[in-house]
């Protein structure tokens, strides 16, 4: 299960998502999330599912190895549509029993609910999956660098997200260490009860918290051997620049965005669905 999250790896391959700008793969994703927002009617997840499968195939990644992470946000994905599906009241009521009844709006919901986080998920993984942390982070200090006039530490900012995600796969690989190491020693962590499984967890948090602790000194130590000040005067050995490729992703989305929103006016006045 530890080995499944893909979110904060990086995946080489020779595809056109890879060559873009990263700014352009921020925008998109932060575009995408949003859109996900700005409908509730079946077409429009039909297309936002149609444009996601098109980005995964131009990027080459494997749809096994993206499909991998969603094993880990399994538990969470069923208490998000448990909780939508009994707790969302409604009119038109759909019978199994006469215990167990639930709403066709609340099944609409959590259905609905449930497609939102998937597609949420795999569109944020496959920025990661696609941007290296160095590229992550020019393109988050130039996306930002107009907060640089209202003095926002842009450079830091940037540097600090890029490190927290380049440490969530050595972290993971750290658990996955961890719990070999306590199994070995007789700790079982599958059976029991939610609250026995809860406390089989605390041999693992606590190394793990020491060894997360250990890494973030020694990085500090080293940046601060290496003279590292921030990111007044520093210099790019490779600066960020748009191609050609760079602007038709933007028209891309643009014209995804607008398509999106017309076909759900159209399916919510003449459809209904």
Not at 221 to 226: G, K, N, P, V, Y
Request: glycine share 6%.
């Amino acid at each position: 299960m530890i080995r499944d999250i893909t979110i904060g790896q990086y995946y080489p391959a020779d595809s056109i998502i890879h060559k873009l700008d990263p700014r352009v793969k921020l925008a998109g994703t932060l575009l995408f999330i949003i859109s996900l927002f700005l409908f509730s009617t079946f077409l429009g997840y039909v297309i936002a599912g149609a444009f996601l499968c098109l980005v995964v195939w131009l990027s080459k990644v494997p749809p096994k190895f993206i499909l991998r992470g969603l094993k880990a946000i399994f538990i969470l994905l069923i208490f998000t549509v448990v909780f939508n599906l009994f707790l969302t009241p409604g009119e038109t009521m759909i019978r199994f029993t006469s215990r167990i009844q639930i709403t066709y709006e609340g099944f609409r919901t959590a259905m609905f609910m449930a497609i939102r986080l998937l597609f949420l998920i795999i569109g944020s993984s496959l920025m990661t999956l696609t941007t290296t942390p160095n590229q992550l982070t020019d393109g988050l200090e130039k996306s930002l660098a107009p907060l640089k006039k209202i003095h926002v530490p842009v450079h830091e900012i940037a540097m600090m997200m890029s490190i927290a995600l380049r440490f969530i796969p050595i972290l993971l690989e750290e658990t996955d260490k961890i719990m070999k190491a306590q199994s070995a020693r007789g700790a079982d962590f599958d059976s029991g009860n939610i609250i026995q499984k809860a406390k089989a967890l605390v041999p693992i948090l606590v190394p793990l918290f020491v060894s997360a602790f250990r890494r973030a000194n020694d990085l500090a130590l080293a940046m601060e051997a290496r003279c590292y000040h921030g990111g007044d005067g520093r210099t790019k050995m490779k600066p960020l620049h748009y191609e050609r490729r760079d602007k038709l992703a933007y028209l891309f989305m643009l014209l995804y965005l607008v398509v999106l929103i017309v076909v759900n006016l159209f399916a919510k006045k003449f459809i209904g669905w």
